[in-house]
């Protein structure tokens, strides 16, 4: 799967795509894998509720602070690199937090499958987050078993 | 397996519950997935040392901290949702923080399988971490392997 | 596989390591697990960027602050645990921040592996994080599919 967004962040629901995947492997009992494959994303498995995903992202802004926007208050500003800004972008990026929120979110989840279903509580649903977009994005579904 | 926890919050050992469903499986060889059903508990593999437990209880109620009790500290404050409320909340819920947690600790992980055994270090057992309890929350244990 | 790291914390790239022993197996299709076998490291996907893990290993001094030295910050001070030193300590540790570390980078990744090869993105590289070296540690890769 790719993903193309406009904005620089962004929370994609993509259960049904996987759900979707495991269908076309045919596989009945085993695992699905859905990884991003970019270090500036993460996949992560929550409730579809819009005001806990801007809860997530104001939260995420103050504990892996962007420095193309000033802290959010002190605490971001103290959790900010201490040289002023992100050693990695040296290199000419500004991405720095988006590695670190992909640390934090973790970019890979692993969905059990049931009797050819995802087996997922009632409110588990897959996202994909986005903190480094509009560039090209790819994300691996890997499904196994049988 | 089914958690009904009596206290909000509980941390419970389920290293041995996993290891009777790689028995029951009859697997030798493989992985066994370990993934709370729910977006308000988690799956966490470390020491069983209550000092400890209580460490890591403690911090992770100043990085997400809940709203049904003052912050901790400054930090926790600041680190609260800038509305004064989570906007989760909205919906008449009060577990925001228990959200928060589920993200940082993460709610499965995987444990290889070696010669029918858990394959883990002398340390590591297996926890089920409930951060929003007193209801009915389920766990599921999926093995792959032969 | 095994570290004895000389400095308390360490990162090193295992990506060649991960492919060798997936190889070693023979596997084409399937998975690679990599945990560390210990609750002070971490195994971690992202970029080789020197920069960055300067950037990384700071905050984390941040977000989980170290007692065997000063707290870097306010903040550091104020995630520190109350009690002046982790209750963890009790017992003559001195790692509690590493036990915190490893529930923030987590323990484990899963590899997808594709035609015999790691199917990781341009950037990704995995990495052993110790936070608690000077003594043999252990990893276990468990490759799965075929």
């Given at each position: 799967m790719t993903f ?30 859905v990884a991003a494959m970019h270090i500036t994303a993460?996949v ?58 992909n640390?934090?979110?973790?970019h890979q ?19 994909y ?7 090209r994005k790819r994300l691996v579904i890997k499904?196994?078993?049988?």
């Open positions: 193309d967004t406009d904005e620089r962040r962004a929370l994609v629901r993509i259960t049904e795509d996987v759900q979707e995947a495991v269908d076309a492997a045919g596989v009945r009992e085993g695992l699905a894998l993460a992560w498995i929550n409730d579809d509720e819009p005001g806990l995903h801007e809860d997530v992202m104001e939260w995420l802004d103050k504990l892996a602070p962007p420095s193309w926007k000033g802290p959010a208050n002190e605490v971001a500003r103290e959790l900010s690199p201490d040289p002023g800004d992100y050693r990695h972008h040296g290199g000419g990026e500004d991405n720095g937090d988006a590695h670190l929120k640390l934090l979110v973790h989840v692993i969905v059990p499958v049931t009797d050819g279903r995802l087996d997922l509580g009632p409110w588990q649903q897959v996202f987050m986005e903190f480094d977009g509009r560039r499904v196994l078993g049988e």
